[in-house]
Every structure is written in C-alpha cells, then in structure tokens.
C-alpha cells in the first residue's frame, strides 16, 4: 500500500506478551515476529513539560510501534479525512503507526515515557512536517 493511501483504520493497537514472574513482569518484543516490521531505531521521550506537545508530523515511509513505558500519553492520528484519538498507558501495549499517517502527541503525564519502536534509520526527507503539504501528499 502506498502510503499516500493508508488510513487510520490501518494503525492498531498491538497487545504484546507480557510474562508474568513474582519479580517483576516481562515483555518481550521481537522485530517481525510480535511486530510487522525489522526495528532499525529506538527512540524515547521524556520530560515533556506539563501542556506541551510533541509530532505534529507524518512520514513517508517509516512505520512505529509507540509505547507508554510509564505513565500515559495521547496519541491523535489523522489521514486527511479522519482523526482518532488513543491513550495510552500499558506497557504491553503499543499503537502500531503506518506511513503516511499526521500524529499529534499531548496529554503526557507527569513522568510519561514515550517508547518508539522504529523500521528504518533516521532520514529527514521522509519527515512532513506541515500539515498543509500532508494534505496535498494525501491527494497526489
């Protein structure tokens, strides 16, 4: 699929394993066995101050699994015509993001650890970062 064409009914949300020891539990995650895609980079955010927000942009190619490590988060995915909103906040859950999908990150709470689970490296070019230019890539 195109990602000019991808939707938000094509981003889900993932349950993961989660192992259950006395000492503590355990989730496990493997590249193209718990998730559909090889992870070639692995990125966390933190510390983001009360109120403000993070993406606000799309990408072309790269696809994610987002996790809340800790504490809860907001994830409001668009694809043009429809937005749905996620929250989340276990650790054995991830929101499966395809390419060509705008995201908005708010409503972090105080010690919220964003885990992203990438498929490719990092390159700017696949990056849209204004919302007008998603727009005319959703239509071309």
């Not at 349950?15 to 990125?43: A, C, Q, S, W």
């Not at 991830?94 to 990150?105: F, N």
């Not at 105080?110 to 990438?118: Q, T």
């Amino acid at each position: 699929m195109k990602s000019n064409k991808s939707t938000i009914n094509d981003c889900k949300i993932i349950d993961m394993r989660k192992i259950h020891d006395v000492r503590g539990n355990l989730t496990p995650i493997e590249g193209g066995v718990d998730i559909p895609f090889e992870i070639k980079r692995i990125y966390y955010l933190y510390d983001v101050p009360s109120g403000e927000s993070r993406g606000a942009h799309a990408h072309k190619e790269l696809q994610q699994l987002i996790i809340a490590a800790n504490g809860s988060f907001t994830i409001t995915l668009d694809d043009g015509k429809n937005k749905k909103s996620f929250t989340l906040n276990r650790p054995y859950q991830g929101l499966y993001v395809v390419p060509g999908i705008w995201r908005d990150l708010d409503d972090f709470s105080s010690g919220a650890v964003l885990l992203c689970l990438a498929s490719e490296h990092y390159k700017a070019e696949d990056y849209i970062r204004d919302y007008e230019e998603f727009l005319r890539y959703k239509k071309s």
